[in-house]
């Protein structure tokens, strides 16, 4: 099943043609486009990037912290995941390709 590449929701509509890139600071890295739900995609049409980072991708990422089993983190490791969260929200604002196509239609 697909997934929203920003808040891990199911069905996603939209997606944005991108560039690969890899983070190796952070382990981290994308293999071309990526997929967007309504929400997601909505915000990032608004240019309301730290609502997709705040909102959207944070809220992803602690759940997926969560089923992994890490829980109760600190402040100080709350703002790591933070800082990597936006990190990796520029890295695919700069390898942003083109507009967005409905998934459909890709």
Not at 64 to 87: C, D, M, P
Request: aromatic share 8%; with cysteine; charged share 25%.
């Amino acid at each position: 099943m697909a997934i929203c590449d920003f808040c891990s929701a199911p069905h996603p509509t939209w997606l944005y043609p991108a560039d690969s890139f890899e983070m190796r600071r952070d382990g981290w890295g994308s293999t071309a486009d990526w997929a967007a739900c309504e929400e997601c995609s909505a915000l990032i049409e608004a240019k309301q990037h730290d609502a997709v980072v705040n909102t959207r991708m944070m809220m992803a990422a602690m759940k997926s912290l969560q089923r992994s089993g890490l829980t109760g983190l600190s402040r100080a490791e709350l703002r790591i995941v933070e800082e990597k969260t936006r990190h990796l929200y520029a890295r695919f604002r700069k390898s942003r390709a083109g507009p967005r196509k409905l998934l459909d239609a890709a």
